[in-house]
Each structure stands twice: as C-alpha cells, then as structure tokens.
C-alpha cells in the first residue's frame, strides 16, 4: 500500500506562481512514474504532468508546457510542481497519483495511488 499526500495549494493572482508538494509513501518510490492530474467540479479528472522514475522523462498536458515543471527528489519520496503564469482556467483541485500499471502517462486508469488533492484557485 501506498499513501500519497499532496501540499502547496492556495488562492494567488493571475500571473503568480505556486508550488505544489506530493510525497509518498513506501520504498518502491523510486520505482514508480508520478503524475499530477486535476478536477474542477462536474469535469473529468484530467493529466497536467508525469514524470518517470529516474526523473529523466517529463511529460505536460499541452495546456501547462512551458508554464509548469514537474520535478522529484527519490530521497525525499517527493514530486514537485513548479506552477508559473498561473491563470484563472488552472483553478482546480490537484492530485498526485503513482503509475502502477503499462498504460499511457496521461491515463487516469494508469494510475493506482491518489492523494486526496490540494486546491488551487486562481483569481482574475
């Protein structure tokens, strides 16, 4: 079993920047792909970034890249998402899941561990 936390959310101005936290659980960490993906209300859950075990493959929803960074540090069992220009449509509520199975990056359904998510709202 593995238990993912996620941390960093806020309310900021269009334009800022936040940085949101996901550690997990286990020592099987550095094994496992990470994903962020967010949720706004009556929406599909969608994919904003992954990154693979060694941190040397990073992957952006085309909604983020070059906006958003996605980082991980395996010591700390951490993952990371650096969110610069921040605009009010990146309001949402984020998690952080665990890439368990072969499936796409950007499948929800490829994903086993979720934290319970960390809001983000961002004003116009």
């Known amino acids: 079993q593995v238990r993912v936390v996620e941390s960093g959310g806020g309310l900021v101005q269009a334009g800022g920047s936040l940085r949101l936290s996901c550690v997990a659980s286990?020592?099987?960490?550095?094994?496992?792909?990470m994903g962020w993906f967010r949720q706004t209300p009556g929406k599909e859950r969608e994919f904003v970034a992954a990154?693979?075990?060694?941190?040397?493959?990073?992957y952006y929803a085309d909604s983020v890249k070059g906006r958003f960074t996605i980082s991980r540090d395996n010591a700390k069992n951490s993952v990371y998402l650096q969110m610069n220009s921040l605009k009010p449509e990146d309001t949402a509520v984020y998690y952080c899941?665990?890439?368990?199975?072969?499936?796409?990056?950007?499948?929800?359904?490829?994903?086993?561990?979720w934290g319970e998510g960390t809001q983000v709202a961002v004003s116009s």
């Open positions: 899941a665990t890439k368990t199975s072969t499936g796409g990056y950007n499948y929800k359904s490829s994903y086993e561990y």
């Open positions: 286990g020592r099987s960490f550095s094994t496992y792909t």
């Open positions: 990154i693979s075990w060694s941190g040397g493959s990073t």
